[in-house]
């Protein structure tokens, strides 16, 4: 299964990196950086932490890899849109269907708004996920697109994270780490300029 899942991901990697919004150049550079400093960031730290926890590293790393699908193509909510198109995947290219529920949950579940990750797959997505927004890489990308301060940009974003770090992070082991990265965010953007 796992070079079906690597198929699965080339597929996915192409859906942002050639973007399917049409000639927008700074809509292309948005995703192809989203691609590679949030959602591989994503996969990457859910599967470590699914061997960490020893969670379902199929399951993980097809949840990851859909969780914010649909923003590729602007759909909001992305997490009830994106939980809809990977599921509808998975089930098309013969997923089975316990696999594909799993993941639809993972997704919808990875904001921890509407839904709460119940099972431990959930909740290292939803981890994982707001443990890459806490890396500098996403922020100077899209900075460097949307052609604004980087650390502005932090600073407009620390009570996202603070409020992610709260709600999304369900490992003490990785809430200690965040909270050290969130301690040098404030300190390298936020009080310099209080």
Request: hydrophobic share 35%; glycine share 2%; proline share 2%.
């Amino acid at each position: 299964m796992q070079g079906d899942i690597l198929e699965i991901e080339k597929y996915v990697r192409n859906i942002f990196v050639e973007s399917p919004q049409g000639t927008d150049q700074k809509r292309k550079k948005l995703l192809k950086n989203f691609w590679e400093n949030h959602t591989k960031e994503v996969i990457d730290l859910s599967l470590e932490l699914a061997k960490k926890y020893g969670a379902d590293r199929e399951v993980v790393h097809l949840g990851a890899l859909f969780h914010d699908f649909s923003l590729a193509y602007d759909r909001e909510p992305h997490d009830e849109v994106s939980s809809h198109l990977a599921y509808e995947y998975l089930i098309v290219n013969w997923f089975n269907q316990t696999v594909a529920e799993k993941v639809r949950d993972i997704i919808l579940k990875h904001r921890c708004k509407k839904f709460i990750p119940e099972t431990l797959e959930e909740k290292i997505v939803s981890t994982a996920d707001a443990i890459a927004h806490f890396i500098p890489a996403f922020y100077k990308g899209a900075a460097e697109v949307a052609r604004e301060d980087y650390a502005e940009m932090i600073r407009e974003n620390i009570e996202k994270l603070e409020d992610e770090y709260e709600r999304k992070v369900f490992f003490e082991d990785e809430k200690k780490i965040l909270k050290k990265y969130m301690k040098e965010f404030k300190e390298n953007y936020y009080y310099k300029t209080k």
